[in-house]
């Protein structure tokens, strides 16, 4: 059912970005400019689609991820994807005179910050810096109101706007610590804050040990708390370059941008597959392949790093200004553990509940399963016209959407569905 709304009762009034197609219907707008909402626009501008693209270009990159932090993703597999040839990663080095890189150079993240902006400048000059306020639902069109005040339709809306809003706090940390002794990683760029306080990190992936392994480094005095029973690094690649790795080896482990391997390859190829596999199977799929451990040039940097493994939080609060936490081994055996600060790696859980730029109607009208939204082969949700990229995506087509490596599938699946128009089943 429509809602009736302020907008809707305005809506004969309100400006539409001129940007209607030749039969006159609104623009497709695509929300955030981070890898997933450069691809969509480059593939969208390639089909000729008429759109409104908006956000700050690679924001999340810039503000919520730390200064220092490298990518453990190789050079390979961290490209956006663009219909032509000429964006990838390694185009941008050439561009700027910089070295072929092979898979032993992690890419620096303020490398893949001007990668990005590079990519958008060339390839989606037309994005506008400005963030939307809100999206509704008017009479089977979209009402979208911009930052600045404008309001206008569109007749299509793509969320590619990332995991920061699904960033996830334990249940059993709620309102447990007052908000200036907790903190979840996406929440910081810059670690120095804490140099010289003892920070308790609560996690065992890559967020957790590049956190702790920098807060060390700029003076601060991290303890990293692990449920699991040892944490784990990758090993460094065999060859800088794929190619060169021996025929036999190539055949039986095959590169992929998530790493060698054929299962690697298949959930890189197989999204179409995997959407189609029983909601346990993807949820079990998506925790399972790569999961939490450290980039290889970490374990190094960890040397001086106290980690409690096998330990979970049995209680937290306040004491003194200070954490205060219980820890508990598989034994039951208690110990407690005092920090300035808690900082939470504890990573993101898709929960469409959770998008407060759709408004609560809206948000109602799309169907989820376990928060996360249920996406039409492309990536259209029960909502026609409103479609999910990226980490959104990742519990329907699996772990490639975690990451930027799977901007291509996403992008040119989204783009195809819009130009098309044709629509199945979410
Ligand atoms: C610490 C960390 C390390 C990572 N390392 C890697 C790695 O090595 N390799 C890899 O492939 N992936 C890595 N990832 C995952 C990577 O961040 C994602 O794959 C990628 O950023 C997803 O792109 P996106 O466009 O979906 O989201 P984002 O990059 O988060 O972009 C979303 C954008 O939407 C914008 N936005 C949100 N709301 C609005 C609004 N209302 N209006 C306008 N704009 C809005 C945000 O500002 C943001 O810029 C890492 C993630 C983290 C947290």
């Not at 707008?29 to 981070?34: E, L, M, Q, R, S």
């Not at 890898?35 to 593939?43: E, Q, V």
């Not at 339709?153 to 940390?173: D, I, K, Y």
């Amino acid at each position: 059912m429509p809602m009736k709304t302020g907008f809707s009762a305005r809506r004969r009034t309100v400006r539409n970005g001129g940007t209607r197609d030749s039969l006159g219907r609104p623009p497709t707008v695509v929300i955030g400019a981070g890898p997933y909402g450069l691809a969509t626009a480059a593939w969208l501008s390639a089909a000729g689609t008429p759109r409104r693209v908006f956000g700050e270009p690679m924001e999340c990159w810039h503000t919520n991820m730390p200064m220092g932090m490298f990518l453990k993703s190789v050079p390979t597999a961290s490209s956006i994807s663009a219909p032509e040839s000429g964006y990838r990663f390694e185009d941008f080095r050439t561009a700027r005179g910089l070295g072929p890189v092979g898979d032993l150079y992690p890419i620096p993240v303020e490398e893949m910050i001007a990668y990005g902006r590079w990519f958008q400048e060339r390839r989606v000059p037309e994005l506008e810096r400005r963030n939307v306020r809100g999206v509704e639902h008017v009479d089977g069109l979209f009402g979208v109101t911009l930052d600045s005040g404008e309001e206008f339709l569109a007749g299509n809306v793509v969320m590619a706007t990332g995991q920061v809003p699904f960033a996830h706090e334990p249940a059993e940390l709620t309102g447990r610590l007052p908000g200036e002794l907790v903190s979840h990683t996406s929440g910081h760029r810059d670690l120095s804050r804490f140099s010289g306080q003892r920070v308790a990190v609560l996690g065992a992936g890559q967020s957790a040990l590049e956190s702790a392994a920098l807060l060390h480094e700029t003076g601060a005095l991290p303890t990293v708390i692990a449920r699991a029973a040892s944490v784990a690094y990758g090993s460094p690649p065999d060859t800088d370059r794929p190619s060169d790795r021996p025929r036999p080896v190539r055949i039986l482990k095959p590169g992929s941008a998530l790493g060698p391997g054929w299962s690697h390859v298949a959930c890189c190829y197989g999204g179409g597959v995997i959407r189609r596999l029983p909601r346990g199977t993807r949820m079990r799929l998506l925790h399972a392949v790569l999961g939490p451990s450290g980039g290889w040039w970490l374990r190094p940097r960890m040397d001086d790093v106290p980690v409690l493994c096998g330990r979970t939080i049995r209680s937290a609060g306040a004491e003194d200004g200070t954490v205060r936490l219980d820890l508990v081994d598989s034994t039951g055996h208690t110990r407690v553990l005092r920090a300035d600060h808690l900082l939470l790696a504890t990573g993101y859980r898709v929960d469409v509940d959770r998008l407060g730029l759709l408004a609560p109607e809206l948000r109602r009208e799309v169907r989820t399963f376990r928060g996360a939204p249920r996406l039409s082969s492309g990536f259209e949700s029960s909502v026609p016209g409103l479609f999910f990229t990226g980490l959104a995506a990742a519990p329907t087509f699996g772990p490639v959407l975690r990451f930027v490596a799977g901007t291509g599938f996403a992008a040119r699946r989204a783009a195809g569905s819009l130009a098309a128009g044709t629509r199945d089943r979410p």
